[in-house]
């Protein structure tokens, strides 16, 4: 730069106001990660909409915003969440329900303990009967039931715990007694019943203790709704009539017969990918939200807890992190049958990148041992397509893609035969990405087949 390019610019950098730096501490009351700047997200986790608004407030205004000591706009306000690890922390289900169950049950060889979540139906609301995927819970639809209030606050929310997950227990009695048998007996007999036909009895029971148990005269309208597995059961227990002409309707989310059973190759793939044990739940919690297995920390807060259980194993704080501590996220559906190949080494505990998430007296293991369930994968899904399809009553599918339609399903969606909802900017649990949205077609639904007729919508172009 020559003497008369830097006279010019001292004669002009003269000229401009004084703007002393800012110290460091009133830049930020301590140190931040960028994310934690980001304002807490809507029950849909909607960035999209978010980045919309930003862009029109900067579109609305033509002048620079400049930094000063007295406007303080990097400063965190007062009460905000000053750990990430916070924003991890387990949410209680009573901030979604309003009572929890626990209805026995008996069999000549076996108690079972239904465990389910509750809000009952007001007067002239229908009831929501959800069932959860593999491996998850009943809370998987707590955002979502607490969506469904808002946008109709008659309604009501059962959702349940199916054997094997969640709360709900299974004891071996010995045959004719109400006495247990002892562990060591049990030891090699280990794997429960994961039937379809025996999952579908079990949600139309809970149904029916339900029932007994609040004094209900009569069933309100049921709205069955089914994740995945789920999806499977509710279409089982409409199609053989299991609560009668309760049923208005149907919803089955992201699950579909074609690709499930494609995907179930790859199955063991996806669970051998998953760390074994977690130092903490809120590491199970990052873990999910990290890898996009579930895309709404704020439904991954209430959801996942119930998913894992303590384990005897103490953390040694001298194990290094392991190499690989974050496995390929959950596919869109099922696992897909893609060329994803299983880690070199089995991961077991996932340690998160924030250290404040690690410390813990004991780990933390999956609840539901997936493996287990194995043998009755495929009778999930096998003829699933043709029996959503001639089922009694109004059907809903929601989907994360088009393609995941299989032919019968193509045919049947051309026809008219059930009503078709695409949320492509979520993932396989639906639910859990979307609940706001997820709850406003299962309402409209509801609405629309109240009668107890299936009501398509309207085509572009129709007159009202």
Not at 116 to 139: D, K, M, N, R
Not at 150 to 166: E, F, N, T, V, Y
Not at 239 to 245: A, P, Q, T
Not at 360 to 373: A, D, V
């Amino acid at each position: 730069m020559s003497d008369l390019q830097r006279s010019f610019a001292r004669a002009k950098l003269a000229g401009l106001p004084f703007n002393p730096p800012l110290p460091p501490a009133t830049l930020l009351e301590e140190d931040v990660d960028e994310r934690e700047l980001i304002p807490e997200p809507s029950p849909d986790d909607d960035s999209s909409s978010a980045s919309s608004a930003s862009s029109a407030s900067s579109a609305g205004s033509t002048g620079t915003i400049r930094p000063s000591p007295s406007k303080h706009l990097f400063v965190r306000p007062k009460g905000y969440d000053t750990g990430r690890h916070k924003t991890l922390d387990p949410l209680p289900w009573t901030d979604f329900f309003s009572q929890e169950l626990y209805l026995d049950r008996f069999t000549p060889n076996a108690k079972l303990t239904h465990h389910i979540y509750l809000t009952p139906p007001g007067p002239q609301g229908p009831l929501f009967v959800t069932h959860h995927g593999a491996g998850s819970s009943g809370l998987s639809f707590a955002v979502c039931a607490s969506e469904i209030r808002k946008a109709l606050p008659k309604a009501g929310i059962l959702s349940l715990d199916a054997r094997g997950h969640g709360e709900t227990t299974y004891q071996r009695l010995k045959h004719g007694t109400q006495e247990p048998i002892e562990a060591e007996a049990l030891k090699a007999d280990i794997v429960l019943d994961l039937s379809l036909e025996v999952l579908s009895e079990d949600m139309a029971t809970v149904v029916r203790l339900t029932q007994a148990k609040m004094g209900w005269a009569e069933l309100p309208g049921l709205i069955l709704v089914g994740h995945s597995l789920g999806g499977a059961v509710v279409v089982d227990v409409a199609k053989e009539g299991k609560l009668g002409n309760a049923v208005l309707g149907f919803a089955v989310l992201d699950v579909v017969e074609g690709s499930a059973i494609d995907a179930l190759a790859s199955m063991e793939t996806y669970i051998s990918s998953r760390p074994t044990t977690f130092p903490s739940i809120a590491a199970g919690i990052e873990w999910h939200t990290r890898t996009r297995t579930i895309r709404n920390a704020l439904s991954a807060r209430v959801s996942v807890p119930a998913l894992l259980c303590p384990t005897p194993t103490t953390l040694s704080p001298s194990v290094p992190p392991l190499t690989r501590s974050m496995p390929p996220p959950l596919p869109a559906s099922l696992p897909s049958t893609s060329s994803t190949q299983p880690p070199d080494e089995p991961i077991t505990t996932y340690f998160p990148s924030t250290p404040l998430l690690q410390p813990s007296r004991h780990t933390w293991t999956w609840r539901t041992n997936l493996t287990t369930t194995s043998p009755f994968w495929h009778s999930w899904f096998l003829a699933l397509s043709l029996k959503f399809l001639s089922a009694k009553g109004g059907k809903l599918l929601l989907l994360a893609g088009t393609d995941r339609l299989d032919k019968e399903l193509m045919i049947g969606q051309m026809q008219g035969k059930y009503q078709l909802q695409v949320f492509p900017d979520a993932g396989h649990f639906i639910q859990e990405d979307v609940p706001a949205k997820t709850a406003g077609v299962l309402v409209d639904f509801w609405r629309r087949n109240e009668g107890g007729v299936l009501v398509l919508p309207r085509k572009v172009g129709e007159g009202a």
